[in-house]
């Protein structure tokens, strides 16, 4: 086979380093038919290399896309483990199993968990109208008003932080002339429980109100204030009952045209019970203030409050009154008794949740 013109140098330079290698540089002998053997390897190559080169091409046209690599068994099953796992929809209920639907279709169920949440606060509160009647020594001895008022107790707190909450407010005339009123209470402590519903409530604070027309008058201010008081509280029903005290710093008593009687250096105590429920609440508080010394000529004077909401929402149905008695002025021999009463139609905005949180 001979060599291309412009390869010459490379292909004679194996020959001329093998002519080299030979002592005197002379040429060895021509092998017999090697040139012949040669010749016949040369064509035998090219006529392969166009049988594949022929064949090749028809098979690259021809060629189908590759497919992905087998996955092996045991792998396939794992990413089919993993797509279930990332993929799995939410269970429908006839997945559910029989105890969970069992205790969403049980109201005893749901009614007994309510019952064992902790109750952290329970009251009312709500604005509307009043109307409201007045019966004092005097004359006229009748008196007709109508107020607009807002109105709220509440019982709040855990056992390391227990509050009662009443505030009380209400603006209006009739004919007993110009009435309002402004009560506030606000009393803080703890809870020593005796039971896992009940317990012992310890607090202090402040209790004053201020109301009254022109045929009745009453004010009072007591700093501090305590409360001393048996709960039981469970679901969405708390009563509460005991005993409350404080020294009296100001307050005045007039029952219808006799003069006034100041109640300062004095103490109030009394007692007090309270009942709600979800739909009612029941409060009832006596409070004698008694002058100091008690050895004194002055006599006492009882004051008795109530209220009794029914609280079917959209609309809330109270009565409200009060029962004063006592002399005025104090050195006085005659004992007055006189009434406020009052009709309450209002709107509910909070009620009791044993979760904790206030809410219509």
């Given at each position: 086979?001979?060599?291309?013109?412009?390869?010459?140098?490379?292909?004679?330079?194996?020959?001329?380093?093998?002519?080299?290698?030979?002592?005197?540089?002379?040429?060895?002998?021509?092998?017999?038919?090697?040139?012949?053997?040669?010749?016949?390897?040369?064509?035998?190559?090219?006529?392969?290399?166009?049988?594949?080169?022929?064949?090749?091409?028809?098979?690259?046209?021809?060629?189908?896309?590759?497919?992905?690599?087998?996955?092996?068994?045991?792998?396939?099953?794992?990413?089919?483990?993993?797509?279930?796992?990332?993929?799995?929809?939410?269970?429908?209920?006839?997945?559910?199993?029989?105890?969970?639907?069992?205790?969403?279709?049980?109201?005893?169920?749901?009614?007994?968990?309510?019952?064992?949440d902790p109750v952290?606060?329970?009251?009312?509160?709500?604005?509307?109208?009043?109307?409201?009647?007045?019966?004092?020594?005097?004359?006229?001895?009748?008196?007709?008003?109508?107020?607009?008022?807002?109105?709220?107790?509440?019982?709040?707190?855990?056992?390391?932080?227990?509050?009662?909450?009443?505030?009380?407010?209400?603006?209006?005339?009739?004919?007993?002339?110009?009435?309002?009123?402004?009560?506030?209470?606000?009393?803080?402590?703890?809870?020593?429980?005796?039971?896992?519903?009940?317990?012992?409530?310890?607090?202090?604070?402040?209790?004053?109100?201020?109301?009254?027309?022109?045929?009745?008058?009453?004010?009072?201010?007591?700093?501090?204030?305590?409360?001393?008081?048996?709960?039981?509280?469970?679901?969405?029903?708390?009563?509460?009952?005991?005993?409350?005290?404080?020294?009296?710093?100001?307050?005045?008593?007039?029952?219808?045209?006799?003069?006034?009687?100041?109640?300062?250096?004095?103490?109030?105590?009394?007692?007090?019970?309270?009942?709600?429920?979800?739909?009612?609440?029941?409060?009832?508080?006596?409070?004698?203030?008694?002058?100091?010394p008690w050895n004194?000529?002055?006599?006492?004077?009882?004051?008795?409050?109530?209220?009794?909401?029914?609280?079917?929402?959209?609309?809330?149905?109270?009565?409200?009154?009060?029962?004063?008695?006592?002399?005025?002025?104090?050195?006085?021999?005659?004992?007055?008794?006189s009434f406020y009463?009052?009709?309450?139609?209002?709107?509910?905005?909070?009620?009791?949740?044993?979760?904790?949180?206030?809410?219509?």
């Amino acid at each position: 086979m001979s060599c291309p013109e412009e390869a010459h140098s490379s292909c004679h330079k194996p020959r001329e380093a093998r002519a080299e290698r030979r002592p005197g540089g002379a040429e060895p002998p021509p092998t017999p038919g090697r040139g012949h053997a040669t010749a016949k390897k040369g064509l035998t190559g090219a006529l392969m290399a166009v049988l594949w080169l022929g064949s090749s091409a028809p098979a690259a046209a021809q060629t189908p896309p590759p497919t992905p690599p087998r996955t092996a068994p045991a792998e396939a099953k794992a990413a089919r483990v993993t797509t279930q796992e990332i993929e799995c929809p939410a269970p429908t209920p006839s997945q559910e199993t029989g105890a969970e639907v069992a205790g969403k279709n049980d109201p005893q169920q749901a009614a007994t968990k309510a019952e064992d949440d902790p109750v952290l606060a329970l009251g009312h509160m709500l604005i509307g109208v009043q109307l409201a009647g007045t019966v004092a020594p005097g004359k006229p001895s009748l008196g007709l008003g109508a107020s607009a008022l807002s109105w709220t107790e509440i019982f709040e707190g855990t056992e390391e932080k227990n509050l009662h909450l009443e505030t009380f407010f209400s603006l209006g005339g009739g004919s007993a002339g110009f009435e309002g009123a402004l009560q506030g209470k606000r009393l803080w402590g703890a809870l020593f429980r005796s039971g896992a519903h009940n317990g012992l409530a310890a607090r202090i604070g402040f209790h004053g109100w201020i109301w009254g027309n022109n045929q009745l008058y009453s004010s009072l201010l007591s700093v501090p204030e305590g409360e001393l008081g048996w709960q039981f509280a469970r679901g969405r029903f708390l009563f509460e009952a005991g005993v409350h005290g404080g020294a009296v710093l100001v307050g005045r008593y007039r029952p219808g045209v006799e003069e006034s009687r100041k109640l300062g250096r004095s103490v109030d105590y009394g007692a007090y019970a309270s009942i709600i429920t979800e739909q009612t609440q029941v409060s009832l508080e006596m409070t004698r203030v008694d002058s100091l010394p008690w050895n004194s000529d002055e006599k006492p004077v009882d004051d008795l409050h109530g209220t009794l909401c029914l609280i079917p929402i959209p609309v809330a149905l109270c009565l409200r009154g009060d029962w004063l008695h006592g002399r005025s002025p104090a050195a006085s021999p005659r004992v007055h008794d006189s009434f406020y009463a009052g009709l309450v139609i209002g709107l509910p905005l909070l009620g009791p949740l044993p979760s904790g949180k206030l809410a219509r």
